[in-house]
């Protein structure tokens, strides 16, 4: 197992030191450097999982930690936003108690897998997504009402479907590590194996 002190979690952290010269830009009316910001986040958020294959550090809390961040860094900025008055404070606040409640959502998931685990939700996924084309909007002004009231309707839509699944339905089963260093055919074994105790 790797360690969790790997360039992939370095780089997930790094993401944090885009928050306060995201915040210094929108204080002095930079909203293009803030833009930028973001994007550079959004970019990081990216780069750190091909570093994690390239460096072959995945672990089960580097993927927490992603999500973690996900949440603190577009979080941040769409309560900075707020702050200075260029977003709609009602669904703000609708998407943080959402986020909130999501998070608690995931801990009793995790607490019933008894393992450090992130539950996999392609729906929020995409919705994580969209939350950095918020921060987007909503620094360069583009749509904001629309766009903001749009992302609570699905935020509120996915958490809902989320909840049953993570605290109601049975937790799969871990799936089991490959090493890397295996012969192809043992691998390719061993996959079968592992879609069988899914399917099952």
Aim: hydrophobic share 50%; charged share 15%.
């Amino acid at each position: 197992m790797a360690s969790n002190l790997n360039p992939a979690n370095a780089v997930t952290a790094s993401r944090f030191l885009t928050l306060p010269p995201y915040v210094w830009a929108m204080d002095h009316g930079y909203y293009q450097v803030a833009m930028l910001l973001l994007l550079l986040c959004g970019v990081l958020d990216l780069f750190d999982g091909a570093v994690a294959r390239l460096f072959k550090c995945q672990t089960p809390f580097g993927e927490v930690f992603d999500a973690i961040a996900d949440g603190i860094c577009y979080g941040f900025a769409i309560i900075v936003l707020t702050a200075y008055g260029r977003v709609p404070w009602e669904a703000v606040t609708i998407i943080i108690a959402l986020g909130v409640l999501n998070a608690g959502f995931r801990y009793v998931y995790a607490k019933r897998a008894g393992r450090t685990t992130n539950y996999q939700s392609h729906a929020m996924e995409r919705l994580v997504a969209f939350a950095a084309y918020l921060g987007g909007f909503g620094t360069l002004g583009f749509q904001v009402d629309y766009f903001y009231w749009t992302f609570t309707a699905l935020l509120a839509v996915v958490v809902v479907h989320d909840a049953k699944r993570m605290v109601l339905d049975p937790v799969p089963p871990p799936r089991p590590r490959v090493p890397d260093d295996l012969p192809v055919e043992r691998t390719k074994a061993r996959e079968g194996l592992s879609r069988a105790a899914e399917a099952s």
